[in-house]
């Protein structure tokens, strides 16, 4: 009997599942042999490594609805955590640095805008580029004013870190209340871009223009959408919320700034867009599953017990990656002109 490709493709898909949440149940049956602490210790982490990946993760959705692939995340991250960190030293308001951060993304995702929107150049090269571009810039920025800080006498680079709103009444909730409920600015914009960006795609006409965008930019541009300016707009917001995953790395979870300290959690981004098929709320799935993995693997590795498999669990978040990316093999529901340029004579 032959079975079907589809049935073969999603047999595979609940398996990888089943695998994926067979891991993360041992880790959890593990984890409640700890101490008391740890449900809170777990859930901070979690929080920790979950609001950059779905402020990221929701803005790269966002640009790649609009047909635009923007693979230099983890760059734009990078120049926002930097830009947020020395900002808020210079001016002692940490509100200042969270602009500076968001401006030196926009900044940076214009010009890979500019360059593949309106120039038509490859978006993965433009990608490729704005992260090395990003991580030479930073650390020679970096190690520029570090020097100039040694000279003065200070001893590190360290910025102003956000402060905490805690919800009256709400915030002394077990577990919760410590970690999502008296939180910061940064949490909470995490936790409504994700509704906000999904109603915006699916009730809004600008947003019914931009997946159009992305299907078919022909058809909308035959409709009268300006198809390139669409796209740039779209580009610039993913950047600015790109950044502000960075600023949340940089002076809204720790006060400093260090090289490469995003860690390849812009890429896990682009890979939440594709385990959430291109939906703010398959994003936040993905975020849920990766952050609760990083909880994990950070609550056993702090026991300090040393063994070798507690160090396996700190890589644990990018196999869950690794696994997200086969589960969705074959279930491609990208837009149909993702990363395709589109040019004035592509109109005809």
């Not at 999904?198 to 909308?220: C, I, K, M, N, S």
């Not at 390139?228 to 720790?254: C, D, E, N, Q």
């Not at 599953?289 to 507690?310: D, I, Y």
Request: glycine share 12%; proline share 5%.
């Amino acid at each position: 009997m032959v079975v079907p490709r589809r049935c073969l493709g999603a047999a595979r898909e609940v398996g990888s599942i089943n695998i994926t949440l067979g891991l993360l149940t041992s880790c959890f049956l593990w984890a409640l042999a700890l101490p008391d602490a740890w449900p809170v210790t777990l859930a901070s982490a979690a929080v920790a490594f979950a609001a950059p990946l779905l402020l990221a993760g929701v803005g790269e959705c966002v640009t790649e609805r609009a047909g635009v692939l923007n693979i230099g995340v983890e760059g734009l991250m990078l120049v926002g955590a930097f830009a947020s960190v020395l900002a808020s030293y210079a001016s002692g308001s940490p509100w200042i640095g969270l602009l500076a951060g968001a401006a030196a993304a926009v900044a940076l995702g214009a010009l890979f805008g500019w360059t593949v929107v309106y120039r038509g150049g490859s978006q993965v090269v433009a990608g490729t580029a704005l992260n090395i571009v990003a991580l030479g810039l930073t650390g020679a920025a970096y190690y520029t004013v570090t020097q100039r800080l040694a000279a003065a006498g200070a001893t590190r680079l360290a910025g102003v870190k956000l402060p905490d709103w805690p919800v009256p009444l709400l915030s002394h909730t077990p577990v919760v209340g410590p970690t999502l409920l008296s939180a910061n600015v940064l949490v909470y914009l995490a936790a409504a871009v994700v509704p906000a960006c999904a109603l915006f795609l699916a009730r809004t006409r600008l947003g019914l223009q931009l997946r159009a965008v992305g299907e078919h930019p022909q058809a909308a541009e035959a409709a009268g959408v300006d198809v390139r300016r669409l796209r740039f707009g779209a580009t610039l917001a993913g950047a600015a919320l790109a950044g502000l995953g960075g600023v949340f790395l940089a002076i809204g979870h720790v006060v400093t700034f260090g090289e490469n300290m995003v860690a390849g959690k812009g890429f896990i981004a682009l890979a939440l867009v594709i385990f959430g098929r291109w939906s703010p709320w398959g994003v936040l799935a993905g975020a849920a599953l990766f952050s609760l993995a990083w909880g994990f693997g950070t609550v056993l590795s702090s026991q300090g017990r040393g063994r070798p498999e507690e160090v396996l669990l700190l890589a644990l978040p990018y196999l869950v990656t690794l696994a997200a990316l086969v589960v969705r093999t074959g279930r491609n529901a990208a837009p149909a002109a993702l990363a395709q340029p589109y040019g004035a004579g592509d109109a005809a």
